[in-house]
């Protein structure tokens, strides 16, 4: 037996190096592609049990916690009866991960396809609190 102990480990090499090593690549690159599409939206309310309404979607009463997604504005309405209602609007911006494309795609242009998907943005603000003032 003439094998040499560098030669077992031959194919596990070829293998990382064909495989692993360009999914790695593109992951580190393009990670807005695989980032979640939603965030998490924290609404709270003095007085608590206000009707918490998200694009018309009624998502529970405060305070609330539910996931909104992170490429499309989001309209927060929230009412309680003898209460005057308020609506809240979010806005999206590029996210940490987004800015990392942008950097990332100046060096290669693979990152770019990371801004197609909602992993590149986030939606601002994330925590919404408001003081419902007395109904006339």
Do not use: H
Not at 65 to 94: A, C, P, V
Not at 116 to 129: C, E, I, R
Request: proline share 6%; aromatic share 6%.
């Amino acid at each position: 037996m003439n094998s040499r102990p560098d030669e077992s480990r031959a194919p596990l090499v070829k293998w990382t190096a064909r495989i692993l090593v360009p999914a790695m690549l593109m992951y580190s690159t393009s990670c807005s592609l695989v980032s979640a599409r939603t965030q998490r939206l924290t609404v709270s309310s003095t007085p608590d049990g206000a009707e918490v309404f998200v694009n018309g979607e009624l998502v529970g009463t405060t305070p609330v916690q539910t996931k909104i997604n992170r490429r499309d504005d989001s309209n927060i309405m929230i009412r309680k009866e003898g209460y005057k209602t308020i609506t809240k609007t979010t806005s999206r911006e590029l996210s940490g991960v987004g800015i990392v494309d942008v950097i990332f795609g100046c060096i290669w242009l693979v990152p770019f396809l990371g801004l197609l998907g909602d992993g590149a943005y986030k939606q601002d603000p994330k925590n919404v609190s408001v003081i419902l003032p007395q109904a006339s």
